[in-house]
């Protein structure tokens, strides 16, 4: 019996963590620089140098890619709130200010144009409002003890307004004081 000739071809390995995050990476990237509307499947695979196939044995469709891609985001957010959260020495407001100092550290760079792209698709995007709702849903009831006043609700819906004036390009007056005042607030006594 003859033995099998030997492989001449070049087999990539399979790097299946290597690839879906390029894939998300891509599509965030795509979305930034040129919109949601942009954001195909044949777009992201072309990008990230995988096939459809490959793509969609990822990600089944364009929604889950994009579902995964804010889910990426809120993973991040979740990070940097949590070593917001362990960095404060008071534990009454702290999910707040953690909250409010992610929001005016936003530079325009980075995340925050993907955060922007998919901010404003989240609003008309049943998908991605739901993802939001969720995440806002599980983060008040995780810090309803030491969060769960009227006062500290109404400083992190300021904050959302001030997100979203910066994801719409409205100037925000004396920007700074308002963090201040904002802040000073989470650690009024009725807060």
């Known amino acids: ?17 290597i690839v879906h995050r390029a894939l998300l990476d891509h599509t965030a990237k795509l979305a930034v620089e040129h919109g949601l509307a942009a954001v195909t499947v044949q ?46 020495p008071e534990p009454n407001g702290a999910f ?7 929001v005016f550290a936003i530079e325009p760079e980075g995340y925050a144009a993907v955060w922007a792209a998919l901010a404003i ?13 969720d995440w806002v849903a599980g983060r008040q009831a995780r810090h309803r003890e030491t969060d769960g006043s009227l006062t500290l609700a109404a400083i ?28 000073r607030q989470t650690r009024a006594r009725d807060s």
């Open 1 to 17: 019996m003859e033995a099998a000739p030997p492989e001449t071809g070049y087999r990539r390995k399979k790097q299946p963590e």
């Open 43 to 88: 777009a992201v695979a072309e990008a990230a140098g995988v096939t459809k196939g490959g793509l969609l044995h990822h990600f089944p469709s364009k929604q889950a890619l994009i579902n995964a891609v804010f889910a990426d985001l809120l993973e991040a957010l979740d990070r940097q709130l949590d070593a917001r959260i362990a960095a404060d």
């Open 96 to 102: 707040t200010r953690a909250y409010l100092d992610s």
């Open 121 to 133: 698709s989240m609003l008309t995007d049943p998908p991605l409002r739901q993802l939001w709702a």
């Open 156 to 183: 992190r819906l300021a904050a959302d307004g001030i997100w979203l004036a910066d994801l719409t390009g409205v100037t925000v007056e004396e920007r700074a004081a308002m963090r201040e005042v904002l802040l």
